[in-house]
Each structure stands twice: as structure tokens, then as C-alpha cells.
């Protein structure tokens, strides 16, 4: 198989299932099960969505989303080098399945997609043209069923609408529609708060649903600490004294 083949087609490597993977670098971190709308401009990522919409029926029509560690992920004009172009990737990313795709008069589409299963990047070939293929070794997706995992959900529950309460008074809509499964929750929390990228991948890397899940408990605790600070902090008089702005 040719390094720049975007086929992700498995197969067994020293005991552990590998497949060759498209690469998408991003400033965000997709989690499984989460819709990831993208508007694809630069050339390299069309002709990646042309390869891929290009595949044959039931053929899976996935990338791998992976976070920036660090640099920036743009490809630099014609003569002119981009400061930052040279990327470091986090190791783990999770695959984005093409769900929706529109193609645009200039050439670029509007996609979504959703996140389906975590890898952690075995080799990065930088080689490959016109956009980055990777090694990668699936990771497992436990279903986090047994009993102190559902406890721990409970409670995540109780303390993410606690903290939504915070982030969005007077919206119920979203608190009202948490999912019961306690791997799919995980998932959905640590996408949905106002979480640092380096905080969702040390989340996205967690292997056991119960390790996610408490994770996140310390993470909703200091998030909603820090909301209840700012809130406490007294308007400036000068500041409530000041006329109104037209917009």
C-alpha cells in the first residue's frame, strides 16, 4: 500500500490492529459520537474530500481528526513560507465520518461530520501528498456499564447541569437532554464545556469510562469555581454610571 493512500483498511501489526489514515490537524479535539461541521478551503483538504467522497460504496468515508500541539496547520503561499507551518500533533485523535457534504462555487466545501472511533498515532508521513497519512492503532471503546461507573455518571450528571445552570441560566433544553450511557456522556461533556484543548485530549486519551468520568467531576468543580468567582467580583460604580452605547 502506497503511503499516500487515504484507505483506512485494517490490518494486523505486531498483534494490534493498525490502518493507514488520512490526517486532518485542527485546533480542537473531536470526541465519538459528536457532529464536527468544517468548511474545507485549502486545496489539499478539497482533494481530500474528492478522494474520499470517491470511494466506493460502503467503503468508509473517514478522516482522522488530530489536535495541534503545537504550530499552525496552513499551508503556506506560493514563495512565501508561513511562520509556524511546521505542526506538532497530539497522539491521539479520533476518526471524523463524512456524513453531509456540499460543494461550493469556489471549489471548496462545507461538510459535517461525526466523530466514530479514538486512534493513537503510530507514524506521521509527512511525505505524503498533497495532505499528512498517519499510522494508527485503534483504541478500545469500553461500554462502562458496571456499577461504580453509573454511580460516577449520576453524579456528573448532577454536577454538569449544576454547572450549565451557571454557563446558561434560564436554559433547560440541553440539561434535560444528557444521555444515560455513561461512555457517550463522557464523551458529550467533555466536548460540551468550556474546556482547554490540552483539558479534552487528556480526556479524549482516557481508555476507562470511570477514569473519564472522574476527570471530569474535578474539571466541572474548578470550571464552576471559577464562574461563581467572576459572578461575586462588584460592578465598578463608574462603570454602572456610564451612559448606554448605540450598537
Not at 126 to 145: I, N
Not at 159 to 187: K, W
Amino acid at each position: 500500500m502506497s503511503r499516500d493512500t487515504p484507505d483506512a483498511t485494517d490490518r494486523a501489526t505486531l498483534g494490534h490492529v493498525t490502518a493507514r489514515l488520512p490526517v486532518f490537524p485542527l485546533a480542537t479535539v473531536l470526541f465519538p459520537g459528536l457532529v464536527l461541521p468544517l468548511h474545507i478551503f485549502e486545496e489539499r483538504y478539497r482533494t481530500l474530500i474528492r478522494d474520499l467522497v470517491g470511494r466506493p460504496a460502503g467503503a468508509p468515508r473517514e478522516f482522522g481528526v488530530v489536535a495541534i500541539r503545537t504550530g499552525w496547520e496552513v499551508a503556506p503561499a506560493a514563495g512565501r513560507a508561513v511562520p509556524g507551518g511546521e505542526v506538532t500533533l497530539h497522539e491521539v485523535g479520533c476518526t471524523a465520518e463524512l456524513r453531509q457534504v456540499t460543494e461550493l462555487d469556489d471549489g471548496g466545501f462545507d461538510i459535517v461530520t461525526v466523530g466514530r472511533r479514538r486512534f493513537r498515532i503510530a507514524d506521521v508521513d509527512h511525505a505524503a501528498a498533497p495532505y499528512l497519512t498517519a499510522e494508527v492503532q485503534w483504541l478500545p471503546e469500553p461500554t462502562g456499564t458496571d456499577e461504580v461507573t453509573e454511580l460516577l455518571a449520576a453524579r456528573v450528571i448532577a454536577v454538569f447541569r449544576q454547572y450549565l445552570a451557571l454557563v446558561r441560566p434560564g436554559e433547560q433544553e440541553v440539561s434535560e437532554q444528557l444521555p444515560e450511557d455513561p461512555t457517550v456522556l463522557s464523551h458529550l461533556v467533555a466536548a460540551t464545556a468550556a474546556l482547554t484543548v490540552a483539558d479534552r485530549q487528556r480526556l479524549l486519551a482516557v481508555d476507562d469510562t470511570a477514569a473519564r468520568l472522574r476527570a471530569e467531576l474535578r474539571l466541572l468543580n474548578r470550571e464552576a469555581a471559577l464562574l461563581r468567582q467572576v459572578r461575586a467580583v462588584p460592578v465598578p460604580l463608574s462603570e454602572l454610571a456610564s451612559p448606554p452605547t448605540p450598537n
